[in-house]
């Protein structure tokens, strides 16, 4: 579905400072700061989901019939919780997300002579409103804020070095040999970047929760162990 109402336009504003350093022999310094905001971003996923069951609302009783069950009971009817009990998800995407990027990065080159080279480092930080596989998975579908933070294609730091070396005719000897070991070029890249934040791309819609725990309850005999499961129903009622 659609909201009338949501009649706002992503946008994007970028800005950027650079120093440059020229140096001897063809050298060149260069330290830039990169950055932007956005704002007015439409939302993705389980963020569009209108039909999401409140913090603690299952712990209150039934909606619809006002019966009193046990959180994660076979019992308890989940669908009533929801303010469309006849559905399970109620997408409308709405232009309220928001997210940003910041980068120092710098630079060296050579462009003249026969050995010639670039080499860069970044060291950033992209930040925003996750909502899928791309940006991140949700982790609280109830509160907008409490998905921000590193993006999925977050890389906080990137090395990258290219480079060239020409021969030339360094050979002045015999010509055969001379055509054989002169104008030859070597060159090359290397690149290499810090990954992505695995948490952030787990792909888990539990709020992270798992797990479970077995207790014994005092003076219960060992038969009547207790299992209790960590998930999002019994811990957050949702």
């Known amino acids: 579905a659609l909201d009338p109402h949501d009649s706002e336009q992503p946008v994007t504003y970028s800005y950027s400072f650079t ?9 060149n310094l260069e330290i830039s700061y990169v950055g932007n905001q956005s704002h007015d971003i439409a939302t993705e ?4 989901n209108q039909n ?26 989940v669908a009533d919780y929801r303010p469309y009990p006849n559905y399970v998800t109620v997408s409308v995407p709405h232009h309220i997300a928001y997210g940003n990027y ?3 990065q710098v630079g060296m080159t050579k462009q003249k002579g026969s050995f010639i080279y670039r080499v860069n480092y970044t060291w950033s930080k992209a930040l925003g409103i ?29 090395f990258n070095v290219t480079y060239s070396y020409q ?12 055509e054989i070991v002169n104008q030859w070029e070597i060159s090359g890249i ?24 077995n207790y014994l309850p ?6 009547d162990t207790v299992q209790f499961s960590i998930n999002n129903t019994n811990v957050l009622g949702t």
Do not use: E, K
């Open 19 to 27: 120093l440059d350093q020229l140096f001897p022999r063809g050298s």
């Open 45 to 48: 996923g389980n963020l569009n």
């Open 52 to 77: 999401y069951i409140p913090l603690g609302g299952l712990f209150q009783p039934d909606p619809i019939t006002g019966a009193v069950t046990q959180r994660g009971n076979s019992q308890q009817v």
């Open 102 to 104: 910041n980068a120092l």
């Open 130 to 158: 996750r909502g899928d596989y791309r940006t991140g998975a949700v982790g609280d579908p109830s509160n907008l804020r409490n998905n921000y933070g590193y993006l999925g294609f977050n890389r906080s730091s990137a």
């Open 167 to 178: 021969v030339g005719n360094a050979y002045h000897g015999n010509r055969i040999l001379g």
């Open 190 to 213: 290397t690149g290499i970047q810090a990954g992505p934040d695995t948490a952030v791309l787990d792909g888990s819609t539990n709020y992270g929760l798992g797990g479970g725990i």
């Open 218 to 223: 005092p003076g219960a005999p060992p038969s």
